[in-house]
């Protein structure tokens, strides 16, 4: 069993800046791709960002230049950066590791953009 636990959220204002983090416990295990995806109210879950086990990024065009994603030396950890916050990044974002077998998901961290 692997546990994703994600931290992080918050309200900030627009401009603003968070830090999401997305810890994974239990079984050893190798992600091969970590990535963050939301999904705002009455909205599908989208991808944000995702990194390789190589290091190699993809961002979605609505957050590029804004938002980096990293992650530690050993992989059992990823970053989301997200910095000039909008309101409509306002969503509950979610950590995913994929593995040569299943997927993790993390709970959900609810991010606001409001002021």
């Known amino acids: 069993q692997v546990d994703l636990v994600e931290s992080g959220g918050g309200s900030v204002q627009p401009g603003e800046s968070l830090r999401l983090s997305c810890a994974a416990s239990?079984?050893?295990?190798?992600?091969?791709?970590m990535g963050w995806y939301r999904q705002a109210p009455g909205k599908e879950r989208e991808l944000v960002a995702f990194?390789?086990?190589?290091?190699?990024?993809k961002y979605a065009d609505s957050v590029k230049d804004r938002f980096s994603i990293s992650k530690n030396k050993i992989g059992n950890t990823v970053y989301l950066q997200m910095n000039s916050l909008k309101p409509e990044d306002t969503a509950v974002y979610y950590c995913?590791?994929?593995?040569?077998?299943?997927?993790?998901w993390g709970q959900g961290t609810q991010v606001t953009v409001s002021s």
């Open positions: 990194i390789y086990a190589n290091g190699i990024t």
């Open positions: 239990g079984r050893m295990f190798s992600a091969t791709v």
């Open positions: 995913n590791f994929k593995t040569a077998g299943p997927d993790y």
